[in-house]
């Protein structure tokens, strides 16, 4: 597996990978082949170069042990960078790189399974910066994003979709889910909207007025089998 880059354009998301549980390489491979950059975090630059991938920088504070002259001379020109920031996760960390190149999206692969405390902060981290980049997490079962505050999109007949808030989310209002909401509010470990549905080929849409929401479009099977 490698990656070509074609793409040159920070319109095109960049890939962050992370060091959590691994998804398929049909996964992996759909996501790289029309990635600008390529940012692994910190100790996963092992797992990536086991897999044969090109990498464009490495990033985290490398309290672990990292052979540099040997991730330098095997990934040449890799940009090494040093974060020792302990206030945030090396997946705030790679975020706020690619904001600071100015990309507009990245997708985020190895971000969960494996250590719950990571899977948590990973999917915490992704909401501080919805209004900055455009972010996607990704495994074999779930795509997940943070919503704006006025969501549209197409969907196929019968999508699994469930809408998640990240503490308490105000008056969430939905259009063509199976079951509607109407200026609701959700709070974890209250009220979710998990496992809706969409009725029949056609736009949502999902609106709330404060809060943080995710919506997870999750399979019962993985949707990329290795």
């Known amino acids: 597996m490698s990656s070509h880059h074609v793409v040159r354009d920070k319109q095109e998301p960049a890939l962050i990978i992370a060091n959590g ?3 398929s390489d049909a996964l992996l491979g759909q996501l790289l082949e ?3 950059i390529i940012v ?3 100790k996963a630059i092992y797992r990536v170069m086991d897999k044969g991938i090109k990498v464009d920088v490495l990033l985290g504070d490398f309290d672990q042990g990292i052979d540099m002259e040997a991730i330098q001379k ?3 020109p890799i940009e090494i960078i040093y974060t020792p920031d302990q206030e945030k996760t090396d997946l705030e960390k790679g975020i706020e790189y ?3 190149q100015g990309h507009q999206a990245a997708n985020i692969v190895w971000a969960t399974g494996l250590r719950a405390d990571h899977t948590l902060n990973n999917l915490s981290s992704i909401t501080k910066y919805k209004n900055q980049i455009t ?3 990704h495994d074999d079962w779930s795509k997940i994003f943070c919503l704006k ?4 999109k197409w969907y196929p007949a019968n999508t699994n979709l469930s809408i998640m808030p990240i503490g308490k989310a105000i008056q969430v209002t939905t259009h063509g889910m199976k079951y509607d909401l109407l200026e609701e509010d959700l709070e974890l470990g209250f009220r979710t909207s998990s496992s809706n549905q969409t009725l029949e080929d056609g736009f ?3 609106t709330h007025k404060s809060g943080n929401l995710f919506l997870m479009q999750c399979n019962d099977s993985p949707e990329f089998p290795n």
């Open 34 to 36: 029309w990635s600008p």
């Open 135 to 137: 972010l996607v997490m």
């Open 204 to 206: 949502i849409s999902i």
């Open 21 to 23: 549980a691994a998804c």
């Open 40 to 42: 692994v975090l910190d």
């Open 98 to 100: 690619l904001i600071s």
């Open 149 to 152: 505050n006025v969501y549209e």
């Open 74 to 76: 095997a990934q040449y």
